[in-house]
Each structure stands twice: as structure tokens, then as C-alpha cells.
């Protein structure tokens, strides 16, 4: 098939536009879609040090070139990843991600839950198990993501997640009953780093295009411990409706854009944890995890 904008040869299909695109336009469409979340959201400002949380994979390796390549004629932005060496055997390599930030001439900052926590994520599925490994692992790597960042002066944590990921996100909370957490309301207690997702509203399967269109070498290995089986079928059911009604995770992130912009008027009524200023009912799950970590170094 012929691109729908030049005639050239077409390497994608959007069912959601109904346009074929070729090589260049796909890169056109890619990057202006990450660039229009950025100005939208004000996510780039004079003086900013942005660090990609680099796994290696395709989302978050393509997110380092694009603001490489977004920024290379701005002295005032200053680009660079922080990879996390999570301990999991045959899946954890942070030597893939430093390869992949030198490539693009960015610093990169390697961290591991052992030096910093005295045990690795395969220790966390020995001792509490498969199902519960995924989550303390999730949210371990979240607080020492931000405390390094703070470390380093960082001002914005980049992270490569797509559309697929908020749609599915939305969806779950509302299956679950738990629009505040799709909302996520901010409160002034709350001392993270600002998160960005430049990725948000281009589709996986895209920004995949995009990472094997500029980048070689980066991590396609699926980690052994990640067992959510009501994500999964959350998943799986939105991808099937999602062939037969292609704007689907679409309109769910846009619930949630519409959500945030009313989410004033009840924010007051819903309880925030003391510590984080996460919504939830007393000290929240991830706040007793890090406490648990950090004082029993288990």
C-alpha cells in the first residue's frame, strides 16, 4: 500500500486515523504526537534536567532518543537515564541500557536494589513469593527512581509508557471501582519528582515501530515475575474490542483528561495517605512496603 500523504511505501496502518503511513511519516506522526503532550502538559520548561527511566526496552529507549533528538539544540534541557538493576536473573541487564545511553551520547546513572536496599527482586519472589514480587518490586523501583533523581538534580522522570498503558490503567480502576486512582489527585505533602509520559497517547505497537526504526540492541525479554491476571484479562478484553472499535483506548484516556479537569470538586471528600499524599484510606500499601524494606531490609 501507498502512504496516504506521499505515495511512498507504507509500513503502517492506523485503524483509528485510517491512514497508511510510510517510514518518515510514521517518525512525523510519532514525535508530533509526544511533542503536542509536552507543550500540553507543560512538561518541558527553560532550566529542566529530564531523566529517562531507562529499562532498555523498546518504549523507554525510544523515549531517550526522541527527547535526545528533541533537545539537541537547547543548552537550557538537559537530557539523561537512570537504569535500575532490579537482581532478576536472566531478565535484568543493565548493561543494555548503558550501551543504548551511550549510543545516543546521554549519561547514564546505574542503580541496583542490592546496593541500595541489601536484596534483589529474585530474593523478594523467594521470600514473599511470585504474586507478591511484581508489586513490591513496582513500587521499590518507583522510590528509589525519585530518590536518585533527587540525587542528581533531576527536575522531570521520563517514563515510556503508550496509550496501551493508560488505557488499560483507566479500564482496570474502573472495573475495580477506583476512579480516584484514575484521576490521581495531586496534593501539596506529595515531594516526588514530576512524572512525564511524552508516549501517552501513541499506541505500543507504534512506538515499537518508531525504537526499531532508529535503535538496535535493546531488551525484548519479558520479566518471569510480572503475574497480574486481572490486568492481563483487562488487557486481553481491551485489545479484542479494540479491533472492532479502534478509537477505544483513546476514548478512555480522554475519560481521564475529562475526569482531572472535574476532579476538584470531590478531590476534598476522597482520604489521602499522610506520607505520600497517594488517595487511599490510612497509610497506603506502597508507603508500608518501603517501610517494611527499608527497616527490615526484606
Keep these: 500500500m501507498q502512504c496516504n500523504k506521499c505515495g511512498r511505501k507504507a509500513i503502517l496502518f492506523q485503524e483509528y486515523s485510517g491512514q497508511h503511513l510510510c517510514k518518515q511519516h510514521v517518525e512525523d506522526d510519532v514525535e508530533a504526537k509526544a511533542k503536542y503532550e509536552i507543550r500540553r502538559n507543560r512538561w518541558m520548561i527553560p532550566g529542566d534536567h529530564i531523566a529517562v527511566a531507562l529499562s532498555g526496552g523498546k518504549n523507554s529507549s525510544a523515549l531517550l532518543y526522541f527527547l535526545k533528538k528533541l533537545t539537541s539544540n ?12 532490579e537482581g532478576i536473573t536472566g531478565y535484568s541487564d543493565p548493561g543494555c541500557a548503558i550501551r543504548i545511553a ?10 541496583s536494589f542490592l546496593e541500595n536496599f541489601g536484596i534483589t527482586a529474585d530474593e523478594f519472589a523467594h521470600k514473599k513469593g511470585i504474586n507478591l514480587s511484581c508489586t513490591y518490586c513496582h513500587v521499590i523501583k518507583n522510590s528509589l527512581l525519585n530518590r536518585i533523581a533527587g540525587e542528581h538534580g533531576v527536575t522531570k522522570l521520563a517514563l515510556g509508557e503508550t496509550l496501551d498503558d493508560g488505557a488499560v490503567s483507566v479500564l482496570k480502576n474502573i472495573l475495580q471501582g477506583t476512579p480516584e ?18 508516549f501517552i497517547s501513541i ?18 525479554s519479558c520479566c518471569p515475575y510480572k503475574n ?8 486481553t478484553m481491551l485489545n479484542d474490542y479494540t479491533l472492532r472499535h479502534p478509537a477505544t483506548k483513546y476514548a478512555l484516556t480522554n475519560l481521564k483528561k475529562n ?7 470531590i478531590a476534598g471528600s476522597i482520604p489521602f495517605c499522610e506520607q505520600c499524599g497517594e488517595p487511599t484510606e490510612g497509610e ?11 527497616s527490615s531490609g526484606t
Design 203 to 220: 499506541p505500543q505497537m507504534e512506538v515499537a515501530l518508531y525504537a526499531d526504526l532508529h535503535l538496535e540492541g535493546s531488551n525484548q
Design 181 to 198: 486512582q484514575i484521576v490521581g489527585f495531586e496534593r501539596p505533602v506529595r515531594a516526588k519528582i514530576t512524572m512525564i509520559r511524552p
Design 228 to 235: 497480574d491476571p486481572f490486568q492481563g484479562d483487562v488487557k
Design 259 to 265: 475526569l482531572t479537569g472535574v476532579s476538584g470538586s
Design 74 to 85: 537547547r543548552r537550557d534541557i538537559r537530557i539523561s537515564a537512570i537504569t535500575i538493576d
Design 284 to 294: 497506603c500499601p506502597s508507603c508500608r512496603i518501603i517501610d517494611e524494606v527499608i
Design 102 to 111: 551511550r549510543k545516543l551520547d546521554v549519561e547514564c546513572i546505574p542503580v
